[in-house]
C-alpha cells in the first residue's frame, strides 16, 4: 500500500533540509582552512589569463553545465567540458593558461582521471568542489573546497538534493564574488545579456525615448493656452519650459494646468487662459533623467517620485522624454 504523504508537509521538510545543509556549509567556512582555500580559488580565477574549465558527471555535471553559463554571463569567460568526451578528444580544449574546477561529492568519480592526470602533465592549476575532503580529487587539486557531508532531503538520503544545491550555492557564491571584484556592473550585464526580460531592464534609455518633434516643450513666456495646446497634442500630460538658451528650467503637467483653472473658475474663460503665463505655473527643475539611464533605474526613478513622465536632459537641455506606460509596454517592470 502506497504511504500517505502530505505534499506541503514533505516540501517543508526537504526546505528545512537543504537550510541546515547551507548552515553547516557556512559554519565549514569559518574553520580548517576552508575560508583561505575559498580566498585562493576566487584570486587564481580572477588573476587567470584564460578560461575557467568546468568539469563533472551525473548531477554534478549538470551543476557544472550550469555555473559554467553563470560565470560566462558575469564576467569569468567559463566553459563545460564533459569528461567522456574530454577523455576522447576534448581535452585539448583545456590551455596551460586556464584554470580547472572539478566537481565530484563523492571525490572519485572515475571519469574525471584523465582530466586529473593531464592537467597535472601540463601545469593546469586544479580547483575541485567536493563532499569528500580524504577524496582522491581532494588530495589532487590544488584548491580543494570541501563542503559537509550534509543529509540529503531524500528520504534514503541517496538521491542527490542538498548535495547538489551546496554545489550549486558555492558555485554561485563564487560566481557573485568575482562579479563584485571585478566590478561588473548593471551596464556590464547589458552587453552579456541583450536579449529577452533582462535585455529590456538593462537597456540605456536613450535609444528608445521619444525625442526630436515629439518632445512637448514650450517657452517661458508662452501663455497657458499654448501648453494647453502642446499637452493635448503631444499627449504625454506634460510639458517643458525652455529658456532662451534652449535649457530646460521646470515642468508644468495636466494636473497643473486643472488646479490653475479650477482656482480661476470664477474668470472668464478668455482671461484666465491669456493672462498667465508658462513660468507662472511652471514647477521649477522636475525629475531629469540622464541619457545612458538604464530602463529599470528609470521606471524605479518614475514610481518612487510618483509621476508619469520624465525629461531626459544633457548638458541641461532637453533631449528626450520618457513614460511609465512607454517602459511597462517594453516589458520592464
Request: a negative charge; one cysteine or more; aromatic letters at 6%.
Amino acid at each position: 500500500m502506497l504511504e500517505k504523504i502530505d505534499p506541503l508537509q514533505s516540501v517543508l521538510a526537504s526546505l528545512r533540509c537543504f537550510q541546515d545543509g547551507l548552515e553547516q556549509m557556512q559554519a565549514e567556512l569559518t574553520k580548517n582552512g576552508n575560508g583561505d582555500v575559498i580566498s585562493d580559488t576566487a584570486r587564481l580565477i580572477l588573476e587567470m589569463k584564460g578560461r575557467l574549465i568546468l568539469s563533472g558527471v551525473g548531477k554534478s555535471g549538470h551543476i557544472a553545465r550550469k555555473l559554467a553559463a553563470t560565470f560566462s554571463s558575469t564576467g569569468t569567460p567559463a566553459y563545460f567540458v564533459h569528461p567522456a568526451e574530454a577523455s576522447h578528444g576534448d581535452l585539448g580544449v583545456i590551455q596551460d593558461n586556464d584554470v580547472v574546477l572539478l566537481m565530484s561529492w563523492s571525490g572519485e568519480t572515475r571519469e574525471l582521471s584523465d582530466v586529473v592526470a593531464y592537467c597535472a602533465r601540463f601545469d593546469v592549476p586544479m580547483i575541485s568542489i567536493t563532499g569528500n575532503s580524504e577524496s582522491t580529487l581532494a588530495r589532487k587539486t590544488q584548491y580543494p573546497i570541501i563542503l559537509p557531508r550534509a543529509e540529503e532531503a531524500c528520504p534514503h538520503n541517496l538521491a542527490p538534493t542538498t548535495s547538489t544545491l551546496l554545489q550549486l550555492a558555492m558555485g554561485d557564491a563564487l560566481a557573485v564574488t568575482l562579479l563584485r571584484m571585478r566590478g561588473f556592473s548593471e551596464e556590464s550585464f547589458r552587453n552579456f545579456h541583450p536579449g529577452g526580460k533582462l535585455g529590456s531592464v538593462l537597456q540605456p534609455i536613450s535609444e528608445f525615448m521619444f525625442k526630436g518633434d515629439q518632445l512637448p516643450l514650450v517657452e517661458m513666456d508662452a501663455p497657458i493656452i499654448e501648453v494647453i495646446s502642446e499637452i493635448s497634442n503631444k499627449g504625454f500630460g506634460i510639458v517643458g519650459m525652455r529658456d532662451v538658451n534652449g535649457n530646460l528650467v521646470g515642468v508644468i503637467t495636466d494636473g497643473d494646468i486643472r488646479r490653475y483653472l479650477e482656482s480661476n473658475a470664477s474668470g472668464t474663460m478668455k482671461s484666465v487662459i491669456w493672462k498667465a503665463t508658462a513660468a507662472s505655473l511652471m514647477t521649477p527643475g522636475g525629475v531629469r533623467l540622464e541619457p545612458e539611464r538604464l530602463s529599470a533605474r528609470a521606471l524605479n526613478i518614475l514610481q518612487k517620485n510618483k509621476i508619469s513622465a520624465a525629461f531626459v536632459v544633457e548638458d541641461s537641455k532637453p533631449v528626450g522624454l520618457v513614460t511609465v506606460l512607454q517602459l511597462l509596454q517594453r516589458g520592464v517592470a
